[in-house]
Every structure is written in structure tokens, then in C-alpha cells.
């Protein structure tokens, strides 16, 4: 399975961004799917995660209330809305995928697929 993400880049403070994920080689729609991110010289943290089938999501609590995390099964693509913006959003976001799907986890160590990442960086 690869995962490869898009949306990424360079907005200001208080915009919105829209990031994607979007799987080949494998359908993820049995699969969890969650997003983190890794700012410059800090360790990679959770984000958020989406079930299998969109029932379930889980967000960080410095996230909770300005992302949403869904995803399109037919499209084999997970989205991230980012709204509001702040510069400690920048970061490069990576989305992963688990099995089995029914279970949204924020442990990084359930992710077994894994993709590259998209820098977001947030200006001032």
C-alpha cells in the first residue's frame, strides 16, 4: 500500500487548508486512518483518526474544534480541513492506515502504512 499525501504549503495565519491522502495498490475502506505531523524539532504527534467507514473520529485536543478529518471510500482518499490556521500548525502532516478499521487509535505504533508527508507552513 502507498500512501501519498497532497495540500500541502505556505498560507497565513487564520486560513483554512485542505489536505488529502490518497492509497494505491490496496482499497483502505477496511481500514483506520489517522493523521500526524512532525514540526521542526519536535517528535511526530497525533492529529486525528477516521474508522474505517467515517463513523468514528478522534482528534488531539489542540486540534479539537478546528480540523475535521473524513474520508471517501470510493476515491480511496482521506481528507484533513484545517480552518484557523496558527503558525504552531506548521509542520509536515502524514497520514497512515491501520487494520483492522474499526478501531481509531492516536498510537503511532498502530499504523502500519505510512506515507511521506506534506509541509504546511503557517506565517504570521
Known amino acids: 500500500v502507498q500512501l501519498v499525501e497532497s495540500g500541502g504549503g505556505l498560507v497565513q495565519a487564520g486560513a483554512s487548508l485542505r489536505l488529502s491522502c490518497t492509497a494505491s495498490g490496496r482499497t483502505l475502506s477496511s481500514y483506520a486512518m489517522g493523521w500526524f505531523r512532525q514540526a521542526p524539532g519536535k517528535e511526530r504527534e497525533f492529529v486525528g483518526s477516521?474508522?474505517?467507514?467515517?463513523?468514528?473520529?478522534h482528534y488531539a485536543d489542540s486540534v479539537r474544534g478546528r480540523i475535521t478529518i473524513t474520508r471517501d471510500n470510493v476515491k480511496n482518499t482521506m481528507y484533513l480541513q484545517m480552518n484557523g490556521l496558527k503558525p504552531e500548525d506548521t509542520a509536515v502532516y502524514y497520514c497512515a492506515a491501520r487494520f483492522p478499521g474499526n478501531l481509531v487509535t492516536s498510537n503511532m505504533t498502530d499504523y502500519t502504512y505510512w506515507g511521506q508527508g506534506t509541509l504546511v507552513t503557517v506565517s504570521s
Open positions: 477516521i474508522s474505517w467507514n467515517g463513523g468514528r473520529t
